[in-house]
T-cell receptor
Framework: DTAVSQTPKYLVTQMGNDKSIKCEQNLGHDTMYWYKQDSKKFLKIMFSYNNKELIINETVPNRFSPKSPDKAHLNLHINSLELGDSAVYFC????????????FGPGTRLTVT | RKEVEQDPGPFNVPEGATVAFNCTYSNSASQSFFWYRQDCRKEPKLLMSVYSSGNEDGRFTAQLNRASQYISLLIRDSKLSDSATYLCVVKRDTGGFKTIFGAGTRLFVKA
């Protein structure tokens, strides 16, 4: 049983395109996150949702828009993709906002050409 | 200056060695501290939480020094399977409990 799943695992696309990454967790957690890990392996939080409500929105371009249709899902839509968006995007969840452990999905490797 | 700083390494150690990683954080309002492990091309996974009193989990010992804003991880009797990147993680309440990851310390354990 996969706790946190993401689709697709790999995404190769051209500059200017719009793409979405989907995330689902079957842990019954209240809180979900999106992280970006760049080529230098630095993992940076982008968004945090608690009970479908946006809690943290880091300095991320408006081209990135998260959507949480329910507590188990947090999708990430990216408009007008740029070369600099190439990275691995990780979805994660935690039981509560203040919970210690975050469970990460396997990541989506996005390459913009 | 990054809020959470780690020596990127790599640390190259033989099996059976003891190795220590350090991490410093700049925001004194930080409340919770953790070590995560990330294998190559995989997702990060929680290794252990870090408490001021120090805590141990098998071969792993973590320590927190709030006065110096310093976190450490000690690995004893290193195994080949310990080869990974170790991420220092700090959590603080900004109204949303922000989680900040260090850039990681790379460990290679060799036979």
């Amino acid at each position: 049983d996969t706790a946190v799943s993401q689709t697709p695992k790999y995404l190769v696309t051209q500059m200017g395109n719009d793409k979405s990454i989907k995330c689902e967790q079957n842990l019954g957690h209240d809180t979900m996150y999106w992280y970006k890990q760049d080529s230098k392996k630095f993992l940076k939080i982008m968004f945090s949702y608690n009970n479908k409500e946006l809690i943290i929105n880091e300095t991320v371009p408006n081209r990135f828009s998260p959507k949480s249709p329910d507590k188990a899902h947090l999708n990430l839509h990216i408009n007008s993709l740029e070369l600099g968006d190439s990275a691995v995007y990780f979805c994660a969840s935690s039981q509560r906002l203040v919970a210690y452990e975050q469970y990460f999905g396997p990541g989506t490797r996005l390459t913009v050409t | 200056r990054k809020e959470v700083e780690q020596d990127p390494g790599p640390f190259n150690v033989p099996e059976g060695a003891t190795v220590a990683f350090n991490c410093t954080y700049s925001n004194s309002a930080s409340q919770s501290f953790f070590w995560y492990r990330q294998d190559c091309r995989k997702e990060p996974k929680l290794l252990m939480s870090v408490y001021s009193s120090g805590n141990e989990d098998g071969r792993f010992t973590a320590q927190l020094n709030r006065a110096s804003q310093y976190i450490s991880l000690l690995i004893r009797d290193s195994k080949l399977s310990d080869s990974a990147t170790y991420l220092c993680v700090v959590k603080r309440d900004t109204g949303g409990f922000k989680t900040i990851f260090g850039a990681g310390t790379r460990l290679f354990v060799k036979a």
